[in-house]
């Protein structure tokens, strides 16, 4: 599910210790390309469902962990697989773009 | 199914075409492409598009014509144009794997950004390289950033970032801006601005990110480096030509169109910056888009007496 609302205080507990890996969009209410992607990842998370958690992560109110990550330009979508980043997609990009992308590292 | 018309295309000009197209009722498809909207939907205030007088918001007048289109009946499909045979007719048009096929044609997919094409560039966007200022100023607080370029859109990157980043280095390579009087007039009464002229990036350093940019000056030669967070290029388009293979383009890739319209091959219809080098304009944009739109119709009538 789309919905998890990912924050600084749940990050490591949802994404870094989840034993599923996870595909986190990086995003904020000013950004008109993060409108673009939103609806991509919520189809994503439902064909994707039971191999990838899907969370969506507000910078503006989680600065910590999209800086600790270097993210400096949204949407950023990023994999994180047993903890660590295996994949960062800059960019609005079409779904299969996307799903090749996710399919490279599952 | 045959389309009356495929617009290839979602800017000003392709969404102006797709109105007057279904007001003609002529059954129409816009490919609008996954980004779509074109450059406005990268622009914060528009200040110039007549109709509204305390301006608008980009993104908003993007999302107001691609509504006006859809209710008159436009279909969209938000994907990427793939490719295109207009070697026999009805033409075919292809988005990824699928194919349409439709009477005429109308391209208007517009120009993209112009990176400056230097060592340590490419692999650095998203990485504090970007061409988009409201998309991601807001990464920049307390930073210092550069924005290379000399015209409106460069001078709107930097007087957007002033609102996050300490400072904003303006580096052009002339030794004046080509901006509009009333652009520079606001960067240069901002005190966070800095303005370098006669200077060239040539290279940017950094590990994972931007960290520093090599800047020649071109009047004396000299190399230097700067210590940076961010560089937003803003020194103009390039037009969306490549995948067009049976289309004139001139020297710089732009369609050549005669009379502002017609391409090379019948029945396929140009609009917008794609072919416009001059002026470049979300309303000269619109304004080719009806053009083509209206020649179109009048072709197709043409075609069935």
Known sequence: M?????????????????????????????????????PIVEELAKEYEGKLKVGKLNVDENGVTAQSYGVMSIPSLLIFKNGQVVKTMIGAQSKDNFKREIDSVL | MVYDVIIIGSGPAGLTAAIYTTRADLKTLVV???????????????????????????????????????RFGTEFVNDDFTSADFSSRPFKVSVG????????????????????GVPGEAEKIGRGVSSCAPCDAAFFRNKNVIVVGGGDSAMEEALVLTK???????????????????????????PKIKIQFNSEVVEVLGESKVEKVKIKNNKTGE????????????????????????IEVDGAGFIKARDHYLTNIDG?????????????????????GCAAALEAQKWLREQES
């Open chain 2, 32 to 70: 609008s492409g996954v980004k779509w909207g074109g450059q406005l939907m990268l622009t914060t205030e528009v200040e110039n598009f007549p109709g509204f007088p305390e301006g608008i918001q980009g993104p908003d007048l993007m999302q107001n014509m691609r509504k006006q289109a859809e």
């Open chain 2, 97 to 116: 794997g699928k194919t349409y096929e439709s009477k005429s044609v109308i391209i208007a997919t517009g120009a993209d950004t112009k990176w400056l």
């Open chain 2, 268 to 288: 396929v219809f140009v609009a917008g910056d794609v072919h416009d080098s001059h002026y470049k304009q979300a309303v000269t944009a619109a304004g080719y």
């Open chain 2, 223 to 246: 190399v230097s480096e700067m210590p940076i967070d961010g560089v937003f290029v803003a020194i103009g388009h390039i037009p969306n030509t490549k995948l067009f293979k049976d």
């Open chain 1, 2 to 38: 789309a919905d998890l609302k990912l924050t600084d205080q749940n990050f490591k507990q949802e994404v870094l210790d989840s034993k599923t890996p996870v595909l986190v969009d990086f995003w904020a209410e000013w950004c008109h390309p993060c409108r673009i992607v939103s």
């Open chain 2, 164 to 190: 996050f980043a300490t400072s904003v280095t303006l580096i052009h390579r002339k030794d004046s801006f080509k901006a509009s009087e009333i652009m520079q007039k606001r960067v240069k009464e901002n």
